[in-house]
C-alpha cells in the first residue's frame, strides 16, 4: 500500500469518526428525552461499544508490542484498560464512593482498608501514565508537527478524551449525549493511530 492510500484511509477514518460522532449527537437528540436518558445511562450502547474500543485498542497494543511495532504497548494497555474500567465505573463499583473524589480519602465512613488498595491503584496507574508520557511525549511532539498520521489520531483521541471530560460538569441533557458520543469515539482514534502506524513500521521496520 502506498504512502497516498494510507493518507486516504486515515482521512476517511477521520471523516467517518466525525460524522458518527455528529449524527448520533443529533438523531439521539432529536428522538426525544427518554432515548437520550437511554443513550446516556449505564450499559447503553454507547457505553458498550466504547469499552470494546478501549480493549480493542489494548489488544492490538499488545499484539503490536510483540510484534516488534511499538515498544510502549504493555503500558499503552494498562492505561487504555484502566480507561475502559473508568467508562464501566469500577472507580465506584466495589467502593464506599468513588474514588477519584477527594472526600473519598478523608471521609470517616470509608473503611481505611479501601482507602489503601484505592491509593495503590491510583498511583500504580498513575506511574504507569507518567513513564509513557516521559518516554513518548517528545516524539509524539515531533510526530504531530509532521503532521504524521498515525499521531494526528492519538491527538484527537486526547482532544476528545479532555473535551469530555470538561463537558462532564455539565448536567444538561445536550452536553451529556455529546459527552458520551466523544467518549464513544475516544478509543477508535487510538485503535486507528495504532493501526496505521503498525502500516508505517511495516514498511520501514524498527532496525
Known sequence: MTGTDTKSLVHSSFTIIYL????????????GKDFTLYMCGESSPIQVFS????FLAAFAA???HKKGSISYGINAAI???AMALRELDFHCRFTTMGIMKTRFYISDIVPVT??????IILLSVLYVVIR????????????VKEKNSPALLALNGLVFTIASKIIDSNNTLFLSILEETL??????????????HDRETSKAPIS
Not at 20 to 31: A, D, G, M, Q
Not at 183 to 196: M, V, W, Y
Open 20 to 31: 458518527c460522532t455528529f449524527l448520533i449527537v443529533i438523531i439521539t437528540r432529536l428522538l
Open 51 to 54: 469499552v470494546i474500543g478501549y
Open 62 to 64: 499488545l499484539l503490536l
Open 79 to 81: 492505561i487504555l484498560i
Open 114 to 119: 479501601e482507602k489503601v488498595i484505592a491509593t
Open 132 to 143: 509513557f508520557a516521559w518516554k513518548n511525549s517528545h516524539a509524539f511532539i515531533k510526530a
Open 183 to 196: 467518549e464513544f469515539s475516544i478509543p477508535f482514534f487510538f485503535l486507528l493511530a495504532l493501526i496505521f
